[in-house]
């Protein structure tokens, strides 16, 4: 069992998350300027539908976790496995239904000192801190992230219908890019009380750097698919650099 020290503290691998809730929108975004935002990191952007990529926004709120209490922006893009090169659109919606594609954290804004240390230096996540104000309670679930008193993004995910049973659980390849290494993580997801809809997300974007990258992107617009999760588990294991 591998072992990090962060902070004088120990952390035992593979991290726990034991609860959490978050709530995410996925867009479909031009591929040419998405590719040319992560081509530092060597990955291949993929390509459900020919010439278009896949950006998805989510907000954390870490209730109980190794790396304790904390919230969490995201902005993540879905990339092809790092072994393949190439493939057609056909190819990459394959890989997408099955649960093959990898997530590229792109940014990752935290508002805790403890889990940026420990993000960047155990998986090279680019986490950066910021300031957040949440509401995970409500109905329409709603928060926004600023950074040096810019707002980056403001988000609200309006009800969707009730996915059946505990959801279902899933291991995904994450992906990181930090003083230029790119790293691969294994992630598991086990959520409960999902809710989904075609549609349903209202963003606003602020005048942060961050948020010009967005706008290049062509958000806002309207979102695939917005969900909610009101009990997140999870675990994440050591990184590999490729």
Not at 80 to 86: F, K, M, P, T
Request: aromatic share 6%.
């Amino acid at each position: 069992m591998t072992t990090h020290i962060i902070s004088g503290t120990a952390i035992e691998m593979p991290v726990q998350v034991r609860a959490a809730t978050a709530f995410t929108a996925m867009y479909s975004v031009p591929a040419a300027p998405a590719q040319a935002l992560i081509d530092h990191t060597g990955l291949e952007l993929l390509h459900p539908r020919p010439g278009r990529g896949i950006c998805v926004l989510v907000f954390v709120d870490y209730v109980d976790g190794d790396l304790g209490p904390y919230n969490e922006f995201g902005v993540c893009f879905l990339v092809r496995d790092h072994r393949r090169r190439g493939g057609t659109a056909l190819r990459d919606l394959r890989e997408l239904a099955r649960g093959g594609a990898g997530a590229l954290i792109h940014r990752l804004p935290v508002d805790g000192e403890f889990t940026l240390a420990a993000g960047r230096s155990i998986w090279g996540f680019p986490k950066t801190l910021a300031d957040f104000e949440a509401d995970h309670t409500g109905d329409v679930k709603r928060a926004s992230v600023r950074s040096d008193g810019q707002l980056i993004a403001e988000l609200s995910v309006r009800p969707g219908l009730a996915v059946p049973g505990r959801g279902a659980a899933a291991s995904v390849t994450a992906y990181s890019h930090l003083d230029g290494v790119t790293r691969r993580t294994g992630w598991a997801m086990h959520p409960s009380g999902v809710r989904s809809r075609i549609g349903g997300a209202d963003l606003r974007l602020g005048t942060h750097p961050a948020a010009g990258e967005l706008r290049t992107l062509g958000l806002p617009r309207r979102a695939l698919l917005t969900s909610s999760i009101s009990r997140l588990q999870m675990t994440f294991g050591d990184a590999e650099p490729i």
